[in-house]
């Protein structure tokens, strides 16, 4: 086990797997992974320049960064690009963060908006899951740790399918948890609310201030420290939850 200047213990020389980790949340799990001594599998799937500079962030920490640019919820490019680095190491951690928004209220959502935020979040995570899977429950050990939302707890005018789809990431999680604890492997969900990233910025702060009871928005790393604590040994009796991250948003 290693200690990295963190009231936490990672274990040494393991890899983690974040998808949808050139950005935001995914950006800020990614760097705190690597401040905990894991090497990263980073994920993204398009902004080639964005997951560059993470990977760099990651290697001034000194772990080796893999950056795997491919769409989760494309099943052909989840097996082409996993496949063969699964043949030789299974990740100990395996963050499933890819996400997409399309707002709109119902009556005006088109079926594309619906269909793509179901399959990125729901799609990518069974595919990206179901490949990583086999090698945990082989070794008998991993953590999976799945991005949710407040919104998927309580619900958002405008984001029906976000909702739903986020919704659905908390049950697949406790569903899962309950299949493979038996073999030592952990499933948790981490809820975030209104966090200050790209896909936030439009958001008029006035609105939002006053149904925070903390009276700030949250940061990117805010939601990386629950992440990282469970990935660590102290968190090794947590399984089937949810972690709100929301700052008393919804409670």
Known sequence: M?????????????????????????????????????????????????AEEVGREIADLGRSCRLLGFDVSDPEAVSRSLDPLLATTTPYVLVNNAGAIRDAVMIWMKFDEWREVLRTILDGFFLVTKCVLPGMLSSREGRIVNISSTSGQAGRPGQVNYAAAKAGLIGATKALAAEVGRRGVLVNAVAPGFIATDMTAQVPLDRVLPAIPLGRVGQAEDVAGIVAFLCSSEAGYITGQVFGCNGGLYV
């Open 2 to 50: 290693t200690q990295t200047g963190s009231p936490f213990t990672f274990p040494s020389g393991k890899t983690a797997l974040v998808t949808g980790g050139s950005r935001g949340i995914g950006r800020a799990i990614s760097l705190s992974l690597a401040r905990a001594g894991f090497d990263i599998w980073l994920n993204y799937r398009s902004n080639h320049a964005a």
